[in-house]
């Protein structure tokens, strides 16, 4: 019977030292930029939380952005092309809006992840991350541009650093333990 209990304590005391463990684990930053943002021109956005090292490992970021860009006084049939150059820390992302004549047409990064170790370290420390749009005329037409810009969000992707087990899962684990050798040395006695 003390052997059984001593089993269960040592399993039950395993499961909870395990389960401390997380596997996986997401924060999400938003950030803005002026909106609506007129003409071919730069602007600054909104700052947010570089990624916590004392959180655990940056395995990868997912970027989603958008913007609507609305062309106007140019000519019907111009092709229009408006450049979109995102930058976080210097880090930077592209997206475009294509039209031929004027009215409206959207922009989006969506669901862009980014992995390489020199790219995240970027972004990784317990500063902020300072934003920045360049809007570019890719097509070179005589047009104005208007763009409006929705909420940007970057997730940072991570494993959570090694939590330390509860005192109660390691006093259990340590029962369990205590009792199985107990178990031993009585038996070989016997």
Do not use: K
């Not at 909104?46 to 490992?57: H, N, Q, R």
């Not at 991570?158 to 899962?169: L, M, V």
């Amino acid at each position: 019977m003390f052997r059984t209990w001593s089993a269960t304590a040592l399993m039950t005391g395993v499961a909870l030292v395990a389960a401390s463990h997380a596997r996986a684990a997401v924060v999400t930053e938003t950030y803005t930029f002026p909106s609506p943002l007129a003409g071919y021109t730069r602007a600054v956005g909104t700052s947010f939380a570089e990624f916590d090292p004392a959180l655990g490992t940056l395995n990868s970021i997912t970027l989603n952005d958008t913007a609507v860009a609305t062309f106007f006084d140019g000519g019907p049939g111009f092709p229009n092309a408006a450049q979109y150059q995102i930058s976080l820390n210097g880090l930077l992302f592209f997206m475009a809006a294509n039209l031929l004549g004027n009215g409206s047409a959207d922009a989006s990064i969506s669901n862009l992840t980014e992995t390489d170790p020199t790219d995240l370290g970027t972004l990784t420390g317990t500063g902020m991350v300072s934003t920045s749009v360049i809007v570019a005329n890719a097509a070179g037409t005589p047009t104005n541009i208007n763009s409006t810009f929705g909420t940007e969000s970057l997730s940072y992707n991570y494993t959570p650093a090694a939590s330390i087990p509860e005192p109660g899962a390691l006093a259990l684990l340590s029962t369990g333990l205590i009792g199985l050798i107990g178990c031993a040395v009585a038996r070989r006695r016997r």
